[in-house]
């Protein structure tokens, strides 16, 4: 365990402008709680960043210490990354300002903001870009790992809206990444999550965004599979405007249901149009589409990402979405043991699909399907029965999934194959910045790339 002197700790506490935690203080289990309950480590200290002078020192005292560190944003990694142990968190949870310049659609944003904070912001402009499903998950983590969410379609992902990063590197001095300056960073940076240094400060374009035609058809569990097969051929011709998901879940009532979402971001009246054979289909037991605000649909999903319940996913893009793959997602819906889980099948398409898979380090551009299997549950007394439940849904759905998975999906305990599926063709290259920016790996708490003998 790492011993640090009262002297070091009170010279932190004289060096930084935002709090320093150490264990004992009244506050320490708090401040190290993130989203996902199953995790449980204890930092020596976590430093309350107040901006980039903060975010410098704290490098700097953890290298001279030789203290692992975690960086955390919204505190949202299902991995639980952002907390270490016996290390120091940079926690910048605390940076929340935004600054919109409607004139030229940008918004300058603090590492700390949720989606739903960015949102408010944006709203009140007409605008919006493409961030996550859930509201309160931070936007830093979210665009590091690519983003995707309702306007990925017509917008892209968050990290192809990333106009320039501030990027505090191992050294503990900060660069800009942009198309023009440290290029290479920049391209890393997106999609290759947290491995380059503490980000900052985020620049995003903002688009024009009225109310949304949006909404959930609900079918009964016995119907999972052709619901979903339904909805599989339905996304073949969907417009770029209308990004759909489908999972199955169970409503506070207690009732499993096979949900069909999706969001029209385009022109109301044509989304209306557009969605009327998804809401014509079968015998939906309730449909709850409509037009409705952007950041109204945003929230739907926050009821069941209540925090501080435990987390254990797997996910995956398939291969392809088969009768037979169908016919699993249907047996774990009839056999929902676990109340709280869910899964689904998130269909990426449109602008985000367009660009080239070297473009950025999100290198998923032509994966058409992302399983999600969503382990959750309230309280560790769940775990044994949760995990198993989970492990033996995996193994059936293995057949289907390919080698790439979303890097914010991946789980806390993944095989480094599973890691570096992750970067896939973009790996070697996302070494080489690894290398040039990062070449001790001082940064390490992330889905980490690896270079040199650690390889
Ligand atoms: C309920 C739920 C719903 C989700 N829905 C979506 C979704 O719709 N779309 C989607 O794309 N993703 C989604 N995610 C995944 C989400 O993108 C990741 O969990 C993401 O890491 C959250 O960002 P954060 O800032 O909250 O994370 P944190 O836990 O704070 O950080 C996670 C990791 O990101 C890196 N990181 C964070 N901040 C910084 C920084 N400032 N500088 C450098 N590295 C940093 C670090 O490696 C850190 O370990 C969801 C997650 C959850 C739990």
Known sequence: MTSLTDGQVAELRATVRGQVIARGDSEYDTARRVFNAMIDRRPALIVRCTGAA????????????????????????????????????????????????????????????????????????????????????????????????????????????????????????????SEEENADLFWALRGGGGNFGVVTSLEFWLYDQGPVFAGLVAHAITDCAAALGFLRDFA???????????????????????????CYSGDVKKGERVLLPLRSFGKPLVDQFQVMPYTAFQRVMDWWAEPGKQHYWRSGFLKELPDNTLGVLAKYGANKAIRRSAFGVEFPGGKASKI??????????????????LGSWDDAAGNAAGMKWVNDFWEEMKPSIGEGVYVNYLGADEPAERVKGAYGANYVRLQAV????????????NQNIRTGKAA
């Open 356 to 373: 080239a898979p070297d473009a950025t380090a999100f290198v998923h551009r032509k994966a058409k399907y992302n399983f999600l299997l």
């Open 236 to 262: 073949r011709s969907a417009p770029d405007e209308l990004a759909l998901m489908g999972a199955v879940l169970t409503l506070p009532d207690g009732l499993t249901i096979t949900g069909l979402a999706g």
């Open 54 to 177: 903060d975010v410098m020192a704290s490098v700097r005292f953890a290298r001279e210490g030789g203290l692992v560190v975690s960086v955390r944003s919204g505190g949202h990694g299902v991995a639980g990354l952002a907390v270490c142990d016996d290390g120091l968190v940079i926690d910048l949870s605390g940076m929340k300002t935004m600054r919109i310049d409607p004139r030229r659609r940008v918004a300058r944003c603090d590492p700390g903001l949720t989606l739903a904070e960015f949102d408010r912001e944006t709203e009140a402009f007409g605008l919006a870009t493409t961030m996550g499903t859930i509201s309160m998950t931070g936007i830093t983590g979210l665009t590091l790992g690519g983003g995707l969410g309702w306007l990925m379609g017509k917008h892209g992902l968050a990290c192809d809206n990333l106009i320039s990063a501030d990027v505090v590197t191992a050294e503990g001095k900060l660069l800009v990444a």
């Open 434 to 445: 690894k290398a040039k920016y990062d070449p001790e790996n001082f940064f390490r708490m």
